[in-house]
């Protein structure tokens, strides 16, 4: 039985990095394949705890965090939430845990914070999997829910959200079912700590995607290493739609399309973890 959102959290630590609480955790054996993952918004590194098992079965060292804001890292109120800022946590982070060279693998949020990670040293990434995010923001089709909650109006709505709403906005971009059980699991990241009070803050982001475009983008196409897609197609912010680009742009990239029906959303590691595991699994054990 995989472990819930509480359980995760017990089997994990905190480090204190630029002086925020940061929760990690380190799974698998000590010596094995160095792997990071990265979440997405609004959740936590619990996203990733069907794939986790594979992962470590397989000989990975996987290390996973709740960026600062989410999940049980801490989240502090009037803070200006940067994913520039979470890219230097994660490598201070790396610096803290020894980790000198690493897979890296993103999801939603996350892939903005690898592109800035990518940007700065792509040397120490020694392979690169992407799962639904908005790598370009030109392509990225957020809900009108997500345009509102960035306006005034936002702030005062996100910390009047229930646990319902949540529910029905995220399957909205789910492609497969997912059980109530399973969101609580997610409700349960997001809120922990305050996190309702912080949503406004987080949800910048946009624009700071549309300010660093061009770099994320350079880091993106340039990036010379063994690259993986694993893209949910049903996905109607980030999903097929940016499929040709990525084929174009990218045309040594391997592609794990999970289009089998029902088609796969923007959450593949939670809607269909055992495709997901697989491709991961695969591509992280290969020599080139």
């Not at 594979?54 to 200006?80: I, M, Q, Y």
Request: charged share 20%; hydrophobic share 40%.
């Amino acid at each position: 039985m995989e472990p819930d959102y509480r359980t995760w959290i017990a089997g994990g630590s905190h480090l204190e990095l630029s002086g925020h609480r940061i929760f990690h955790r380190q799974d698998g054996p000590v010596d094995g394949r160095p792997v990071t993952l990265l979440h997405g918004y609004p959740t936590s590194s619990h996203d990733w705890v069907s794939i986790l098992p594979a992962l470590t079965e397989s000989g990975c060292r996987v290390t996973t965090l709740d960026f600062l804001g989410f999940g049980a890292s801490d989240k502090p109120r009037g803070h200006d939430y940067r994913m520039t800022e979470q890219a230097t946590l994660v490598e201070q982070l790396w610096q803290r845990l020894g980790i000198t060279g690493t897979a890296l693998v993103a999801h939603d949020y996350g892939v903005s914070v690898a592109q800035e990670l990518l940007a700065r040293d792509s040397a120490r990434v020694r392979r690169m999997a992407w799962l639904n995010g908005g790598l370009y923001p030109d392509l990225y089709r957020p809900l009108p829910i997500q345009h509102l909650m960035t306006t005034p109006i936002g702030k005062i709505l996100n910390p009047l959200m229930s646990e319902t709403t949540f529910r029905m906005t995220l399957r909205r971009i789910l492609g497969r079912p997912v059980s109530d059980a399973d969101l609580h699991q997610m409700w349960l990241a997001m809120t922990d700590c305050g996190g309702k009070r912080v949503q406004w803050a987080l949800n910048r982001y946009h624009a700071e995607r549309r300010a660093n475009a061009g770099r994320w983008q350079q880091a993106l196409e340039s990036y010379s290493g063994p690259v993986l897609f694993v893209w949910g197609p049903a996905d109607p912010i980030s999903g097929g739609h940016l499929l040709p680009r990525l084929r174009e742009r990218l045309p040594r990239a391997r592609f794990e399309v999970l289009d089998a029906a029902p088609a796969t959303g923007h959450y593949p590691q939670v809607e269909n973890p055992g495709p997901v595991a697989a491709a991961l699994v695969e591509f992280l054990a290969a020599e080139s």
